[in-house]
T-cell receptor, first 111, second 112 residues
């Protein structure tokens, strides 16, 4: 099956710093999404981004589907950004989609 | 607008027992997927339901089964529970397969 690797696996930032998280995938995909999982387990959708660039406040994401990677940028980090960030790729067609999550990046933002 | 809701939130079962977890999708969504997330790991895809049929399945044994009802809600059943089934079980819904996925808060299952 498809392999989805994220880097770095762990990241510690000082509040206010910027960071870039990377997601590499081994095969072509239909869709890619970024999620933030808070300490209570809730997965929050950040971006639905099969290709191109999107921005939402301090967060932005870029997916280069032809080169099989996606980047998540976090600017001016805050302690509330702490948690685990996952990318998830989707393959299939019509009503037959299979989602594979990446290995995750655990982010800790310290005051 | 209610999001994805799951029940129960937490439960403890004994090895060998059976468990049923429930999920109501976000309003307007008709596709439901289930995931298992062990501690320290990423979510693993169990299966996806669309139009009341299992459309895709991950690498999970037949002990894991599911159902989707006409109102699009779904159940996940796990038979003959093993200690290794202890995990957070997440339900997700989307409007159509391939669209943005929204997750519920999950059901924490502990098998003792």
């Amino acid at each position: 099956g498809i392999q989805v690797e994220q880097s770095p696996p762990d990241l510690i930032l000082q509040e206010g710093a910027n960071s870039t998280l990377r997601c590499n995938f081994s095969d072509s995909v239909n869709n890619l999404q970024w999620f933030h999982q808070n300490p209570w387990g809730q997965l929050i959708n950040l971006f639905y981004i099969p290709s191109g660039t999107k921005q939402n406040g301090r967060l932005s994401a870029t997916t280069v589907a032809t080169e099989r990677y996606s980047l998540l940028y976090i600017s001016s980090s805050q302690t509330t950004d702490s948690g685990v960030y996952f990318c998830a790729v989707e393959r299939g067609s019509g009503g037959y989609q299979k989602v594979t999550f990446g290995t995750g990046t655990k982010l800790q933002v310290i005051p | 607008d209610a999001g994805v809701t799951q029940s129960p939130t937490h439960l403890i079962k004994t090895r060998g027992q059976q468990v049923t977890l429930r999920c109501s999708p976000k309003s307007g969504h008709d596709t439901v997927s289930w995931y298992q997330q062990a501690l320290g790991q990423g979510p693993q895809f169990i299966f996806q339901y669309y139009e009341e049929e299992e459309r895709q399945r991950g690498n999970f044994p037949d002990r894991f089964s599911g159902h989707q009802f006409p109102n699009y809600s779904s159940e996940l059943n796990v038979n003959a529970l093993l200690l290794g089934d202890s995990a957070l079980y997440l339900c997700a819904s989307s409007g159509i397969p391939g669209n943005t996925i929204y997750f519920g808060e999950g059901s924490w299952l502990t098998v003792v």
